[in-house]
């Protein structure tokens, strides 16, 4: 069956030591290389369908900090602000389309567009420049890790829809959390790429969107 080609990444990644292998919530690891925080909770691959109650996290993490190597630390107004500042930069020396960020006390969202980079090496990039700026700026230890170990999870967009939906997902966060709402210089508006206005019809995207079906005018 012909798929649609990837044309964004909806990439998360986060704060160290905030999303364990045996968080409640479920995660992307498939071993617990601690023996200490194993003994916090069983290991389940991927989102948990139903969700635990903010408490139950809440009280996972209250046990876990103790136990990590690392203080468990949060992204202050200050630190995100450097971050957001190292994303800028980074965004213009990779030539990288953003379409939505938001920076979260313990976590990032991001949508990119497709680029010659994969997923895994933009996160790369993002986190160890932020990491550089955070340490620079005086917010983070240089023994301090900033960002957990790992790849992030990179959830990828086919359709123009996909993006559209995923954007206020995004930009809400912050609200729920009582933050102000996020606004960055180097988020691009999204134009409905790569079928804006002025597209195409015989381009690689639009004959496998033909292919699957899921070409309409």
């Given amino acids: 069956m012909s798929h649609p080609l990837v044309i964004a990444y909806?990439?998360?990644w986060?704060?160290?030591?905030?999303?364990?292998?045996?968080?409640?919530?479920?995660?992307?690891?498939?071993?617990?290389?601690?023996?200490?925080?194993?003994?916090?909770?069983?290991?389940?691959?991927?989102?948990?369908?139903v969700?635990?109650?903010?408490?139950?996290?809440r009280e996972f993490y209250e046990e876990a900090k103790v136990q990590l190597k690392h203080p468990l630390?949060?992204?202050?107004?200050?630190?995100?602000?450097?971050?957001?500042?190292?994303?800028?930069?980074?965004?213009a020396k990779q030539n990288y389309t953003c379409y939505a960020c938001v920076i979260m006390p313990d976590h990032v969202h991001m949508i990119v567009r497709k680029h010659r980079d994969t997923c895994e090496e933009?996160?790369?990039?993002?986190?160890?420049?932020?990491?550089?700026?955070?340490?620079?700026a005086g917010?983070?230890?240089?023994?301090?890790?900033?960002?957990?170990?790992?790849?992030?999870?990179?959830?990828f967009l086919d359709h123009p829809d996909d993006i559209w939906r995923t954007i206020p997902y995004i930009e809400k966060n912050p609200v729920l959390?009582?933050?102000?709402?996020?606004?960055?210089?180097?988020?691009?508006p999204y134009d409905n790429w790569p079928l804006h206005e002025g597209?195409?019809?015989?381009?690689?995207?639009?004959?496998?969107l033909k292919a699957a079906g899921k070409y309409l005018r």
């Fill in 10 to 12: 909806h990439l998360i």
């Fill in 14 to 49: 986060t704060a160290y030591g905030w999303w364990l292998p045996n968080d409640p919530r479920g995660s992307g690891s498939t071993t617990v290389r601690s023996d200490v925080l194993a003994e916090l909770g069983e290991l389940h691959y991927g989102r948990k369908r």
């Fill in 51 to 57: 969700q635990p109650a903010g408490r139950v996290v």
């Fill in 73 to 91: 630390l949060t992204f202050d107004a200050a630190a995100r602000e450097v971050i957001a500042d190292s994303f800028a930069t980074t965004i």
């Fill in 122 to 136: 933009m996160m790369d990039y993002f986190r160890s420049w932020s990491a550089r700026g955070l340490r620079a």
């Fill in 139 to 155: 917010l983070r230890s240089s023994d301090h890790p900033v960002w957990s170990a790992g790849d992030g999870y990179s959830v």
């Fill in 177 to 188: 959390l009582g933050l102000p709402v996020q606004s960055y210089e180097f988020v691009k």
């Fill in 199 to 208: 597209h195409s019809v015989n381009s690689p995207y639009v004959r496998a």
